[in-house]
């Protein structure tokens, strides 16, 4: 029965302050710990931008070599974990698998204040998780992490049983970066009201799978990847999409609730992928989606301001490497449980219990 203004969905609330990361919607900006992204994922590695994150600079060579032989040493999951993904039948999603793989993840070791070496932990098993559970449906063995190869190499090698091109390496190397960190999303948002209850990094970070599991936050790219196949040919683009925006439908991979002009993550992975795909007749079907796409939303929609997004271009990454559409979600976690550990290193420093409130609109019983 309070009289206080409600902000739904808490849109333009200021709840933390935060040197992680600049995202200005209004004018396409994405900064990393004062690093523009879109450079950082062009020019740098999945290792050395998690270590900008998590340590507040990019690398030295000996930083960066200490730093992969961490996440190379904790590669290996636990035996537990593997008899309990196992166990899970093969119908429960992946982002389900996940979630129950990171949660038996924890151990007697994390409790309060979370600690880097937790962080490194759980970043390096994540990918041997998905891995493990993809090899057990396909009906083949996991394969061992390798110790050789780099972080997104290494992920590529468990998908597939063989080592990635390096073309591929790089390319879905700059997807993982750019999606590590993008301000107080609603799943880092999620990791942070859970770790300012002094809870585990562990119950944190299993949080905010749940929370990237929702198809409103992490599972765009595959809703793209089935629009460009519907689509199916360049000559198809006009009409297709014509009749969807007649409909009233929604393009995915265009517009985003934050982005109100160019998605500086997706202007970097087209320069990344169309560098490294090459003549690949799917990209080049994609490219000319979004330029059919971006021209009828002008014409059908002038008055707001739709770009590509992230997903748009990561869908079409994912497609160049081989990775199925179940996988583009838990891919996403993978690289967003970088963000997410360092939001909570972030909070725990500071920690003040996150508690909003909100307005009564029942009746007050005689």
Not at 7 to 12: F, K, Q, V
Not at 201 to 229: D, F, N, Q, R, W
């Amino acid at each position: 029965m309070s009289g206080n203004i409600v902000a739904i969905g808490l849109e333009g609330i200021v709840v933390a302050e935060t040197d992680l990361s600049l995202v200005d919607g209004q004018n396409g900006l994405l900064v990393y710990r004062n690093h523009w992204a879109r450079d950082l994922a062009i020019n740098h590695t999945f290792e050395e931008v998690a270590h900008l994150l998590w340590y507040g600079h990019l690398p030295s060579e000996q930083e960066l070599a200490e730093l992969k032989a961490a996440l190379t040493a904790n590669r290996e999951l636990p035996s537990h974990v593997k008899t309990a993904i196992d166990a899970i039948p093969a119908d429960v999603d992946m982002m389900s698998v996940l979630r129950t793989g990171v949660s038996l993840c924890g151990s007697a070791g994390h409790g309060w204040p979370p600690s880097l070496e937790q962080v490194i932990s759980l970043t390096a098993k994540m990918p041997t998780i998905v891995a493990y559970r993809k090899a057990r449906l396909d009906g083949r063995e996991p394969v061992s992490p390798r110790s050789d190869l780099g972080h997104t190499a290494n992920y590529l090698y468990m998908l597939k049983g063989e080592e990635p091109s390096a073309a591929h390496v790089r390319a879905l190397d700059a997807y993982l970066i750019l999606t590590q960190e993008h301000g107080l999303n609603a799943s880092t948002f999620t990791a942070r009201v859970i770790a300012s209850t002094q809870s585990d990094l562990v119950s944190a970070i299993t949080g905010a799978i749940g929370s990237l599991k929702g198809p409103l936050h992490g599972g765009a790219p595959s809703e793209v990847t089935e629009m460009i196949e519907a689509i199916g040919t360049k000559e198809n683009a006009e009409p297709w999409i014509r009749e969807k925006l007649e409909k009233g439908e929604r393009l995915m991979g265009f517009g985003h609730r934050v982005y109100k002009t160019i998605d500086p993550r997706a202007t970097a992975l087209r320069v990344v992928a169309q560098s490294l795909s090459g003549d690949d007749p799917w990209f080049d079907l994609a490219t000319h989606v979004e330029k059919v796409g971006m021209k009828l939303l002008a014409e059908y929609k002038p008055n707001r301001k739709l770009h590509t997004n992230v997903e748009f271009f990561a869908a079409a990454v994912m497609r160049a490497v081989g990775l199925d559409d179940e996988l583009f979600t838990p891919s996403f976690a993978v690289s967003r449980v970088v963000g997410w550990s360092a939001h909570v290193l972030e909070q725990a420093k500071n920690n003040r219990i996150i508690r909003p409130q909100s307005n009564y609109t029942g009746v007050i019983p005689e």
